[in-house]
């Protein structure tokens, strides 16, 4: 059975750099299979991809974050990481990471979830 | 950016109702279409992938249908495990976008 578990600071202040690992247990990150994702949701919103990393160490990010992004893999621990930069509260949220089918050209679907982490960013 | 519009935003429907969420995409995203389930407290959780596959060991009652900008999303005979919030997702173009969500309250 295939498990995800988000770790990191619960608290951020202001203008710092927030640091989550996901920990993935029953696979391996070395899957073609696969993306693994970074999604974020604060309190009483909607979801917000924040970005991808797959096997080769190939990114994709959400424009939105204005590079502030970076996630990262770890193959020795079989953990990929997010880190965000100058973080205000607006980033404030739960953040999940996921593991992401991808079939090469037809299927895509986030089939696996952490239970999340919340973030609070508050000096 | 690809926006995705549900509606209705909200919902309340009764235990056995039969229920319809629809999806509209900002533009044609042929049938790269997803839907999951989030109830109160947990991770979301896959539904319906390629608009219309329905992900293993969930419900015969969930049905997804559509292509291009318009998807739907029904429920048939509500059951108490249902009343949670919808979400669709997008993947033909990054980055990858959800709708708002739809909130399915027990009436």
């Known amino acids: 059975q295939v498990q995800l578990q988000e770790s990191g600071p619960g608290l951020v202040k202001p203008s710092q750099t927030l640091s989550l690992t996901c920990t993935v247990s029953?696979?391996?990150?070395?899957?073609?299979?696969?993306?693994w994702s970074w999604i974020r949701q604060p309190a009483g919103k909607g979801l917000e991809w924040i970005g991808r990393?797959?096997?080769?160490?190939?990114?994709n990010y959400n424009p939105s974050l204005k590079s502030r992004g970076t996630i990262s893999a770890d193959t020795s621990k079989n953990q990929f990481s997010l880190t965000l930069t100058s973080v205000t509260a607006a980033d404030t949220a739960v953040y999940y990471c996921?593991?992401?089918?991808?079939?090469?050209?037809?299927?895509?679907?986030?089939?696996?979830w952490g239970k999340g982490t919340p973030v609070t960013v508050s000096s | 950016d690809i926006q995705m519009t549900q509606s209705p935003s909200s919902l309340s429907a009764s235990v056995g109702d039969r229920v319809t969420i629809t999806c509209q995409a900002s533009?044609?995203?042929?049938?790269?279409l997803n839907w999951y389930q989030q109830r109160p407290g947990e991770a979301p959780k896959l539904l319906i992938y390629?608009?219309?596959s329905l992900e293993a060991g969930v419900s015969s009652r969930f049905s997804g249908t559509g292509s291009g900008t318009d998807f739907t999303l029904t429920i048939t005979s509500l059951q108490p495990e249902d009343f949670a919030t919808y979400y669709c997702?997008?993947?033909?173009?990054?980055?990858?976008?959800f709708g708002q969500g739809t909130r399915l309250d027990i009436k």
């Open positions: 990393i797959r096997a080769s160490g190939a990114t």
């Open positions: 533009q044609d995203i042929s049938h790269y």
């Open positions: 390629d608009t219309s």
């Open positions: 996921t593991r992401d089918f991808w079939s090469g050209n037809y299927y895509y679907y986030m089939d696996v």
């Open positions: 997702q997008q993947y033909d173009n990054v980055p990858i976008t």
């Open positions: 029953g696979d391996s990150i070395n899957s073609r299979s696969y993306y």
